[in-house]
């Protein structure tokens, strides 16, 4: 319950600050009961209002425009956060330039939230902390140590080895 209030006053602050709710934003009317909102598409969204700056964790999405692609990365990168992003473009040079660009610790091409066990999963800045799956999810259950043995009668720089018992 506490979700779905926080979800439905993100969407009446965005339009109280001046966005377009194009479609969804409250319950389903054939749902009486539930916390179920409707996919929800809001337009006339400046970079300013808390619906863009905030993780929503909801069915909402804001659709912001761009004239070129530095306008692009700048939008996708002027974030606390840095989980996932996507480029979705029939030229792949373009794909993997915003690829690099993009400060994200998951980026997908074409597709959407595809997760793979064999490849890392997690973010940058304040989000998705650490990296979970693959060999890179078992770092974090791990110390590393280096230990280091000289085997030999004859001195070693400086340090002369231990005389025997």
Request: glycine share 10%; charged share 20%; net charge negative.
């Amino acid at each position: 319950m506490v979700q779905y209030e926080k979800i439905l006053k993100f969407i009446s602050n965005a339009k109280s600050e001046g966005a377009v709710i194009l479609t969804g934003g409250s319950r389903p009317e054939h749902l009486k009961k539930g916390f179920f909102i409707e996919p929800t598409i809001i337009t006339d969204v400046t970079t300013s209002m808390q619906v863009w700056r905030e993780e929503v964790f909801g069915p909402v999405l804001c659709v912001k425009t761009f004239s070129t692609e530095e306008e692009a990365i700048d939008l996708a990168n002027d974030t606390i956060y840095g989980l996932g992003s996507a480029v979705l473009s029939n030229d792949l040079e373009r794909c993997e330039r915003l690829s690099k660009a993009f400060k994200a610790g998951i980026v997908w091409v074409n597709c959407s939230q595809p997760c793979f066990t064999q490849a890392p999963w997690g973010g940058n800045k304040r989000s998705g902390f650490g990296r979970d799956l693959g060999e890179w999810g078992l770092d974090n259950y791990l110390s590393v140590k280096q230990v280091t043995q000289y085997i030999s009668d004859e001195p070693w720089g400086w340090y002369q080895p231990p005389s025997k018992l």
